[in-house]
């Protein structure tokens, strides 16, 4: 015989104004998600580590490596669908669809690994002497790593010139790449994309290639970033003349100015008597080359690390005189634990065995927000439980993982029943459950069996780790649910997953990303309420399914649903502020019913929009 109990609450006031949640006309197709799973493909050089952060940078959410032994690296993340856009290695890139490919650009990863040169912006430079393979030149390629401390300042890069009419200058302005290039006359080529591709205080390589056979100016001088085989689109003033001018011979060449100084680093530049093709800077553009190497004219590696001299490692010599500007060591370069990921990138810089810390939700805590009476119809304030979650998975410099921490969180227990809470991971490698050991749950009623070695829950196909058998255990009542009411400091349990053998397992095999929490009603195992058509787990008494409200048909996969599509669990990927007791969840967030009739298409910032219109806050918990 099934005995069921409810959480028997106050009645409540009903809102005339607003649609009645049993009257809401959902799709049934909805799923009720807010976040979707996006995969990401990136292609880089092996061991190249792949760092991405949200649109504003403020945030990293993935870290990972290319593997040692390939070039693509593919992983996936749940994004809330209020996230269109990431940052790839500090590419802004945009979320259009569910599978991303991404090559990122090369980096000045080796070159890093000693010394640059600093300049203060205020009178810094190099004076590198009359360069006479600049004079009366029919080609010439000049290229060299940046990284200018605000992107948007009036600045010389390099330069030799004779007046403004017989000149090479190549400069930033106002956010643009300038370069003149004279020969009697002004000409000069303006790429004003600098500002928004090239961000302050980050490397980037450029390239100036002179061809003077060229018939147009386009043909005559093109600007390469980043070793783009193809030529930066620019616009120019004047005509680019054949050849360099003849009355630049006496006039020394500068690294910055002393008139218009350089804020920043420099790095690795060179000068060639050719005009070196796209293909050409991109093979070695982030590659050391030999101060033999044909048409090199000047190499300064500004490897010298001391004094003021920085050397032309060809047999030009064309060794510069330092103004100023002082040696800086990138501790980019180092590797302090010898685990392959520099200490720039390591989460744990002294620790071989750690690198990556990533989390699920990406950006922050998530929410579960549920409602305990299943199998009938809740109060549709979704606040019986509002458990706050997430999971930080720690990775070694191969991407394999080490431990994951399960953090859950009561902020608030609106239910009179004793519940408790677990998660099923259904999409696990299929070994994981023989390889991990759990620690960290708090059982106290002897509801859960589990495994002796493991600590999973017995009987049970996938792994599925009970974080707690009694929400009153955390908190001891109902609490935070009614404004003006005592309140209880929030508690937590922290689960940690450590992996103990098999594998290597990669953060994709645990698949997170598609757990199946559930809470378990009444101190009754048996008695599962999950999101909706999530399947119950093995221990589940599906003798439940069908009575009262609930809608489900386990034979059509359909679970945990009313007879008008309405779940009794939703998942928040931010920290959610929940409505207060006797409030239907649509008369605190007042475009709630919009969203969910339409399938989810409109309002879907419905949750955390806090604009005009959007929130009754008199409903929700302070």
């Not at 190549?170 to 003149?180: A, L, N, P």
């Not at 070695?453 to 780790?465: A, D, F, K, R, Y």
């Not at 649903?561 to 998942?571: F, I, K, V």
Request: charged residues 15%.
């Amino acid at each position: 015989m099934l005995v069921l109990t409810q959480c028997k609450k106050e009645n409540k006031p009903t809102a005339t104004s607003i649609k009645n949640m049993s009257e809401l006309n959902v799709p049934a197709n909805f799923d009720w998600k807010m976040s979707r799973p996006v995969t990401f493909h990136i292609k880089g050089a092996p061991n190249e580590v792949i760092i991405v952060k949200t649109a504003d940078g403020s945030q990293t959410i993935y870290k990972a490596t290319i593997p040692a032994g390939g070039t693509v690296w593919q992983f996936k993340m749940m994004l809330p669908f209020l996230i269109t856009q990431v940052k790839i290695n500090e590419s802004l890139i945009n979320i259009t669809g569910t599978e991303i490919y991404y090559s990122l650009p090369k980096i000045k990863q080796v070159l890093l690994t000693n010394y640059d040169l600093v300049f203060d912006g205020t009178d810094d430079y190099v004076d590198l002497g009359d360069i006479t393979q600049l004079n009366n030149a029919a080609a010439v390629t000049i290229e060299g790593w940046a990284n200018q401390t605000v992107n948007t300042n009036s600045e010389y890069i390099f330069s030799k010139a004779d007046g403004f009419d017989n000149d090479i200058r190549i400069r930033t302005s106002g956010g643009s790449f300038i370069i003149d290039w004279g020969n009697g006359s002004d000409a000069y080529a303006t790429w004003s994309g600098y500002s928004t591709t090239i961000s302050s205080a980050t490397w980037f390589h450029w390239a100036v290639v002179f061809d003077g056979s060229g018939l147009a100016n386009a043909d005559r001088l093109k600007l390469y970033i980043d070793g783009s085989i193809t030529p930066i689109v620019i616009v120019f003033t004047g005509t680019i003349p054949a050849t360099t001018s003849s009355s630049l011979s006496g006039d020394n060449a500068y690294l910055s100015s002393a008139f218009t100084p350089f804020g920043g680093k420099m790095d690795e530049v060179r000068i060639w008597s050719v005009a070196r093709t796209g293909t050409q800077i991109n093979d070695y553009y982030d590659k050391l080359v030999s101060g033999a190497t044909a048409n090199l004219v000047a190499n300064w590696r500004m490897n010298e690390g001391t004094g003021t001299t920085l050397y032309d490692e060809t047999s030009n010599d064309w060794d510069g005189t330092i103004s100023g500007s002082t040696w800086f060591q990138e501790l980019s370069g180092f590797d302090s634990d010898g685990d392959g990921a520099l200490d720039d990138t390591d989460d744990y810089e002294f620790d071989a065995t750690r690198a990556f810390d990533n989390f699920y939700p990406a950006t922050d805590y998530g929410t579960l927000a549920c409602e305990d009476l299943w199998p009938w119809y809740g109060d549709y304030d979704f606040n019986d439980l509002i458990l706050g979650y997430r999971f930080k998975t720690v990775t070694n410099a191969s991407n394999e993982v080490v431990e994951i921490f399960a953090t859950f969180i009561v902020r608030a227990n609106g239910a009179g029943l004793h519940n408790g809470f677990g998660f099923e991971l259904p999409d696990a490698e299929s070994t994981i459950a023989s390889n991990i050991v759990v620690t960290g749950y708090s059982h106290n009623h002897g509801l859960v069996t589990i495994n002796g070695t493991s600590h999973l829950e017995t009987g049970q196909t996938n792994p599925v780790i009970i974080a707690f058998d009694d929400t009153y255990d955390l908190m001891p009542g109902i609490f935070n649910t009614i404004p003006g009411n005592a309140t209880a400091a929030i508690d937590s349990v922290v689960i940690t997953i450590n992996v103990t053998g098999g594998g290597p397992y990669d953060e994709g095999d645990f698949s997170l990303g598609t757990w199946n929490p559930f809470l378990f009603i009444d101190a009754t195992r048996g008695r599962e309420v999950h999101q909706l058509d999530y399947p119950p787990t093995d221990l589940m008494n599906i003798t439940y399914f069908g009575m009262g409200s609930d809608a489900s048909i386990p034979a059509s996969d359909i679970y945990y649903q009313t007879s008008n599509h309405l779940p009794w669990m939703l998942d928040f990927p931010t920290n959610f502020k929940y409505a207060s007791e006797y409030n239907d969840i649509n008369t605190a967030y007042l475009h709630f019913s919009e969203w969910a009739e339409s399938g989810g298409t409109t309002y879907t910032d419905w949750y955390s929009n806090t604009g005009a219109g959007y929130r009754n806050t008199a409903n929700i918990y302070p």
